[in-house]
């Protein structure tokens, strides 16, 4: 039996859809605005929601994300009167189950219903797994729809790449799948793409053999053997040389190579991870990064949210930090303020957990001999986004849902890149142009910074 939300103002439909899940065995419950809606959902432990698009308070696709966050991390299920392609991709990015035009008999729900209900139990076995986590923080449901990825590909031999921001963990969630395949007692080997000597690739990737150039004194074995049994995770792979591609494709093909120099082909049995910060597919659109390789390797694939779209695990990220650091430098367990982690949540994170990390470490230092942290400990940038935002009254809190007035606010991605901008110009400021401090001071790659810089036609020249 499963508990069931319908949010629509339309009464009579409400009433007709619950009698048919009742008469399912289902227990039902309606709801006419998208706040009762929010509150409902809160309360309540939902399995399925059904949620109108056009509600008398606002667009029921802007409070998606929120009902998706509530403890049972409901399905939901569009239904609509009017269909919009443009709706129909807003509600699947924003986790809905599916997106339907209202039918003209309430039967035709029941499909729909049946296979989310079906995919939920599954979920929930699935759950029932035990995962070695190792350092993976976070509870959030983006974080969980993450976990529940792990738990998939961990225990058969797929190829998976894992796609994410720079800094939001993706080196981390590799060991995790690692760890918990029938590998584990096997190497995990990775190579970071993005810092292999061009004129090296082959001989760190494939080894060589004594004699094969001037400076090989001696054999080596190369990383692809050295991950032979265990995993190979190819960090950073769009940036592996275009030639290098081919290459590396036929290797995960035949699973045996030439090693520089040999006259024989030696086999490696890997398990491919590979990630990545960048768009392979416009990449392979553009001719930089070959199509071929990139079927092979998103055979799955998991891509890891930045850490401004998973406020919710800023507390459990900081908590793990904060106990780190104290175990690491024999200190007793600090506490911190209420508004220390509302600073820390009014902040966009755009170098994510590696830069949420790098503040708390800094942290420490400022408040060494200071039992509690409190907001003054965190870096001048923090606290002034911190206290524009209380003066403007938007300081964070609990998630209030408010009525909808097109026009008069601002879409997230205008107001996100408004931000990036304005951070980035403040961060070349601040450190005269000097790119490698830029980098130290925001947790941010360099390549994710020419990236930046180039996306908002800023220049670091000081």
């Not at 001037?214 to 991950?227: F, R, V, W």
């Not at 009014?346 to 400022?366: A, I």
């Not at 990236?451 to 670091?460: A, P, T």
Request: aromatic share 6%; glycine share 6%.
């Amino acid at each position: 039996m499963a508990d069931i939300l319908i949010v629509d103002d339309d009464e009579l439909l409400c009433g007709a859809i619950e009698k048919k899940i009742t008469r399912l065995g289902h227990t039902g419950a309606s709801v006419h605005t998208l706040r009762d809606a929010y509150e409902k959902s809160l309360a309540g432990n939902y399995d399925i929601i059904f949620l109108d698009v056009r509600m008398p308070d606002g667009n029921g696709l802007e409070i998606l994300p929120r009902l998706k966050a509530v403890s049972s991390s409901p399905e939901i299920i569009i239904i609509t009167g009017a269909g919009d392609p443009d709706g129909a991709e807003l509600a699947i990015k924003s986790g809905a189950w599916c997106y339907l035009e209202k039918p003209t008999i309430i039967r035709d729900l029941i499909l729909p219903l049946t296979r989310a209900l079906q995919y939920r139990s599954e979920k929930n076995k699935t759950a029932a797994v035990r995962l070695k986590r190792n350092n993976l923080i976070g509870s959030s449901p983006q974080i969980v729809k993450c976990l529940d990825h792990v738990v998939k590909v961990a225990n058969n031999d797929a190829n998976v790449l894992i796609t994410g921001e720079t800094g939001t963990g993706k080196e981390v969630f590799a060991r995790t799948i690692h760890e918990n395949s029938n590998r584990a007692k096997k190497n995990f080997v990775v190579v970071d793409c993005a810092s292999l000597p061009e004129k090296l690739v082959e001989t760190t990737l494939f080894g060589h053999e004594k004699g094969a150039f001037t400076d090989a004194s001696k054999p080596n074995k190369g990383l692809i053997k050295q991950a032979d049994g265990g995993t190979l995770f190819l960090d950073e792979i769009g940036e592996l040389p275009f030639d290098m591609q081919k290459a590396f494709l036929r290797v995960l093909e035949e699973k045996s190579f030439r090693p520089v120099g040999a006259i024989h082909e030696i086999s490696s049995d890997f398990r491919l991870i590979a990630a990545t910060n960048r768009d392979l597919h416009a990449m392979a659109e553009q001719g930089s990064f070959r199509r071929d390789l990139l079927f092979r390797i998103e055979s799955c694939a998991i891509n890891i949210p930045p850490l401004r779209e998973r406020l919710g695990d800023i507390r459990d990220l900081t908590d793990y930090c904060i106990k780190a650091l104290c175990e690491r430098y024999g200190q007793a367990r600090k506490n911190y303020s209420d508004e220390f982690v509302e600073a820390l949540m009014n902040y966009d994170w755009p170098g994510n957990v590696r830069e949420l990390f790098r503040v708390l470490d800094h942290v420490f230092t400022e408040a060494f001999h200071s039992p509690k942290l409190f907001a003054l400990h965190l870096p001048e940038r923090i606290r002034i986004l911190h206290a524009r935002m209380n003066v403007r009254g938007e300081a964070s809190g609990t998630p209030q849902l408010q009525p909808c007035s097109p026009g008069a606010f601002p879409v997230w991605r205008e107001a996100r890149d408004s931000f990036e901008k304005k951070y980035v110009q403040d961060l070349i400021v601040h450190v005269a142009g000097n790119i490698q401090a830029a980098s130290r001071a925001s947790g941010l790659s360099r390549t994710r910074l020419y990236q930046l810089l180039e996306k908002h036609s800023i220049s670091h020249s000081h």
